[in-house]
């Protein structure tokens, strides 16, 4: 269990579509982890901005891959992060200079950098650590459910 | 999973899984008796089976009704998520399959139901595994019988045939010094006697059979996940960590983190397995576990007032409950299994084989099943019956000698079934 908690009601608000998801880390390997993640997020009507200077130029998903954070011309709502946790607060510092802020920065499960969610929250912006987007997003719009996984969710509304 | 409130034991046991049916509003969970799901497109197809989203594909692998009650017993179990399966004994084989390569084994308790004794020293023989059959009150000596091919430890929480409760926190420390996750049979117990996860078990079996569903019904069993086994850590399970050939080399483990054990179950367990639990299964019991809490909690009180009395009686020998104060595991029980020792027990009858067959012939309120967790009491003699298949001392050690009888104590009135075995006992040994 991850030691960081979050609200279901605070995690369905931060995951409302559309929004504009920068992926930092993406691969463009589709049996990996993050483009598993990118592509359902994209199938469900975000849309993904591919960051990785590793395949820079490179075409993912539709999109083109950008080397950093700083090459984006469009405002991004969510910085979601698929680097390993020593490098996670360096890409949190790049997220702070972009011009509209994020709003949200996403760390995914394993990556956690408290000092930077703290700079970033400093500065206003949501930060959620060591969970997957991909996941929260199904456990709480009802897809978990389908699989037979323990969701957390009793209602007796429809 | 969720960071929202927690709830009571009593109101999960009703609400956890099922919402309102969103297609109807009905608010009972519909039985979903269908074989197959349309896709949206083929973009959700191409999705659904590249287990890039989870949804309904073809009931073999996951059904709405059958949803429900895997959602149910996880969330009463405290684990990520279950795996239906057609029975017990299928979801044993289930909760084996993905941990196990031909020359592999597994080191379980002696005290097990006979049926699973011999599911484990016979037949998954077959398979190219093996056991290793350890006295589970000796830690030292499952870890003296593990080797480099051990890839799990199994025991049961409340034993079948009764008189045995096991220390599961000990066990599960043998287990995580062998890097080797601790699977719980939880069926004597149920979630609401005990949950296997908070003593550090990482995976439970139920046979939904028997107390779950309640009345006797169908047969069905769960594989639940804890989510806390870490299969990267001593990479023993390959099948959970290496790149699953089936799924363009996706890692399961790597792709689901710690949901990977149950969609392995589905992905390739249900998938090529096929011991599917049918969806009117899952029906019967979701309505059983409605009540679980108030059934085990009469079934406690009446095994208590039963064992208690033969224990007092003349005709009889001994009785194994581990509820009763005389028994030697009292002090576990009270420890770890607070409120109580379950209804399953044994009684040895003055006047041996001969007595104890004649005894199951003259009750009249206690059936005669190989069965137990029934709304009603049921009596068995376990050395001619379910543990015929074993030697005298694989009897012996699984609590079911030839003088012994077995019973489940249902939820009747306990004077009534008091009076039956009275009658009977004096029918046997008269
Ligand atoms: C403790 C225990 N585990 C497993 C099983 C097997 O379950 P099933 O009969 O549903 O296959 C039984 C059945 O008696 C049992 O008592």
Redesign the pocket.
Same mark, same amino acid.
């Given at each position: 269990m991850s030691r960081f908690s979050y609200s279901d009601e605070m995690l369905t608000r931060l995951l409302k579509v559309p929004q504009t998801i920068a992926c930092v880390g993406l691969s463009i390997n589709p049996i990996r982890p993050s483009y598993y993640v990118a592509r359902y997020l994209q199938l469900k009507g975000f849309r993904i901005i591919p960051v990785n200077p590793a395949y820079a130029g490179k075409e993912v998903l539709g999109e083109t891959v950008l080397a950093s954070l700083a090459e984006i011309t469009t405002p991004v709502d969510i910085v979601d992060i698929f680097r390993r946790s020593e490098f996670a607060g360096a890409v949190v510092d790049e997220a702070l200079e972009m011009r509209p802020m994020p709003r949200t920065i996403w760390m995914q499960i394993g990556v956690i950098d408290e000092a930077a969610a703290l700079r970033a929250e400093a500065k206003g912006l949501t930060v959620v650590m060591d969970r997957c987007p991909k996941i929260e997003y199904q456990r709480l719009f009802g897809e978990l459910r389908m699989g037979g996984f323990a969701t957390g969710i009793i209602s007796s509304k429809l | 999973m969720s960071d929202s409130p927690s709830y009571g034991f009593d109101t999960l046991q009703i609400h956890a899984g099922s919402r309102p049916d969103p297609a109807t509003g009905a608010r009972q969970t519909p039985i979903y008796q269908t074989t197959a799901y349309v896709f949206r497109d083929a973009d959700h197809a191409a999705a659904l089976f590249n287990l890039q989203e989870v949804g309904y594909i073809y009931s073999r692998l996951t059904n709405p009704t059958v949803a429900v009650l895997q959602e149910r017993i996880a969330t009463l179990e405290g684990g990520v998520g279950a795996v239906g399966c057609s /029975?017990?004994? *299928?979801a044993?084989i289930m909760a084996l399959f993905p941990l196990m390569r031909p020359g592999d084994n597994i080191i379980a308790s002696t005290r097990?139901?006979g049926? =699973?004794v011999t599911q484990f020293s016979q037949t998954i023989k077959r398979f190219g595994w093996s056991a290793t059959f350890v006295d589970f009150d000796d830690a030292a000596a499952i870890e003296a019988a593990a080797d480099e091919n051990t890839k799990a430890i199994f025991c049961?929480s409340i034993? #079948?045939p009764g008189g045995y409760v096991t220390d599961l926190a000990s066990i599960a420390t043998v287990a995580n010094k062998l890097d080797v996750p601790l699977i719980v049979?939880n =069926? /004597?117990a149920t979630p609401y006697l005990c949950r296997p996860f908070d003593h550090g078990a990482h995976l439970v079996?139920h /046979?939904?059979?028997?107390y779950l569903t309640g009345n006797g019904t169908v =047969?069905?069993?769960v594989v639940v996940d804890s989510g806390n086994f870490d299969w990267t850590k001593a990479g023993k399970h390959p099948s959970l960590i290496e790149p699953e050939p089936a799924y363009h080399g996706l890692k399961f483990h790597e792709t689901f983190g710690p949901m990977a054990f149950t969609f392995h179950g589905i992905a390739i367990g249900l998938r090529d397995l096929g011991m599917t639990m049918s969806p009117n299964t899952a029906f019967q019991t979701l309505l059983g576990m409605e009540t679980l809490s108030l059934r085990m909690e009469r079934h406690v009180e009446n095994a208590m007032k039963v064992a208690a009395w033969l224990e007092k009686d003349p005709r009889v020998d001994y009785v194994t409950y581990a509820g009763l104060p005389s028994s030697p595991y009292a002090d576990r029980v009270k420890k770890h299994y607070p409120k109580g020792a379950g209804a399953l027990f044994t009684f040895a009858v003055k006047g041996g084989y001969e007595a104890c067959v004649k005894l199951v012939d003259n009750v009249e309120i206690f059936s005669h099943v *190989? #069965?137990?967790g029934d709304t009603r009491s049921l009596i068995i003699h376990s050395a001619s019956t379910?543990h015929r298949q074993l030697t005298p001392e694989q009897q012996e050690a699984a609590g079911a000698a030839p003088n012994v009888v077995r019973l489940s104590i249902g939820i009747e009135d306990a004077d009534d079934l008091i009076k039956d075995l009275d009658q009977a006992l004096a029918a046997a040994t008269s």
């Amino acid at each position: 269990m991850s030691r960081f908690s979050y609200s279901d009601e605070m995690l369905t608000r931060l995951l409302k579509v559309p929004q504009t998801i920068a992926c930092v880390g993406l691969s463009i390997n589709p049996i990996r982890p993050s483009y598993y993640v990118a592509r359902y997020l994209q199938l469900k009507g975000f849309r993904i901005i591919p960051v990785n200077p590793a395949y820079a130029g490179k075409e993912v998903l539709g999109e083109t891959v950008l080397a950093s954070l700083a090459e984006i011309t469009t405002p991004v709502d969510i910085v979601d992060i698929f680097r390993r946790s020593e490098f996670a607060g360096a890409v949190v510092d790049e997220a702070l200079e972009m011009r509209p802020m994020p709003r949200t920065i996403w760390m995914q499960i394993g990556v956690i950098d408290e000092a930077a969610a703290l700079r970033a929250e400093a500065k206003g912006l949501t930060v959620v650590m060591d969970r997957c987007p991909k996941i929260e997003y199904q456990r709480l719009f009802g897809e978990l459910r389908m699989g037979g996984f323990a969701t957390g969710i009793i209602s007796s509304k429809l | 999973m969720s960071d929202s409130p927690s709830y009571g034991f009593d109101t999960l046991q009703i609400h956890a899984g099922s919402r309102p049916d969103p297609a109807t509003g009905a608010r009972q969970t519909p039985i979903y008796q269908t074989t197959a799901y349309v896709f949206r497109d083929a973009d959700h197809a191409a999705a659904l089976f590249n287990l890039q989203e989870v949804g309904y594909i073809y009931s073999r692998l996951t059904n709405p009704t059958v949803a429900v009650l895997q959602e149910r017993i996880a969330t009463l179990e405290g684990g990520v998520g279950a795996v239906g399966c057609s /029975s017990g004994h *299928a979801a044993q084989i289930m909760a084996l399959f993905p941990l196990m390569r031909p020359g592999d084994n597994i080191i379980a308790s002696t005290r097990l139901y006979g049926g =699973t004794v011999t599911q484990f020293s016979q037949t998954i023989k077959r398979f190219g595994w093996s056991a290793t059959f350890v006295d589970f009150d000796d830690a030292a000596a499952i870890e003296a019988a593990a080797d480099e091919n051990t890839k799990a430890i199994f025991c049961e929480s409340i034993c #079948n045939p009764g008189g045995y409760v096991t220390d599961l926190a000990s066990i599960a420390t043998v287990a995580n010094k062998l890097d080797v996750p601790l699977i719980v049979d939880n =069926t /004597s117990a149920t979630p609401y006697l005990c949950r296997p996860f908070d003593h550090g078990a990482h995976l439970v079996v139920h /046979s939904t059979t028997k107390y779950l569903t309640g009345n006797g019904t169908v =047969t069905g069993g769960v594989v639940v996940d804890s989510g806390n086994f870490d299969w990267t850590k001593a990479g023993k399970h390959p099948s959970l960590i290496e790149p699953e050939p089936a799924y363009h080399g996706l890692k399961f483990h790597e792709t689901f983190g710690p949901m990977a054990f149950t969609f392995h179950g589905i992905a390739i367990g249900l998938r090529d397995l096929g011991m599917t639990m049918s969806p009117n299964t899952a029906f019967q019991t979701l309505l059983g576990m409605e009540t679980l809490s108030l059934r085990m909690e009469r079934h406690v009180e009446n095994a208590m007032k039963v064992a208690a009395w033969l224990e007092k009686d003349p005709r009889v020998d001994y009785v194994t409950y581990a509820g009763l104060p005389s028994s030697p595991y009292a002090d576990r029980v009270k420890k770890h299994y607070p409120k109580g020792a379950g209804a399953l027990f044994t009684f040895a009858v003055k006047g041996g084989y001969e007595a104890c067959v004649k005894l199951v012939d003259n009750v009249e309120i206690f059936s005669h099943v *190989a #069965n137990l967790g029934d709304t009603r009491s049921l009596i068995i003699h376990s050395a001619s019956t379910t543990h015929r298949q074993l030697t005298p001392e694989q009897q012996e050690a699984a609590g079911a000698a030839p003088n012994v009888v077995r019973l489940s104590i249902g939820i009747e009135d306990a004077d009534d079934l008091i009076k039956d075995l009275d009658q009977a006992l004096a029918a046997a040994t008269s």
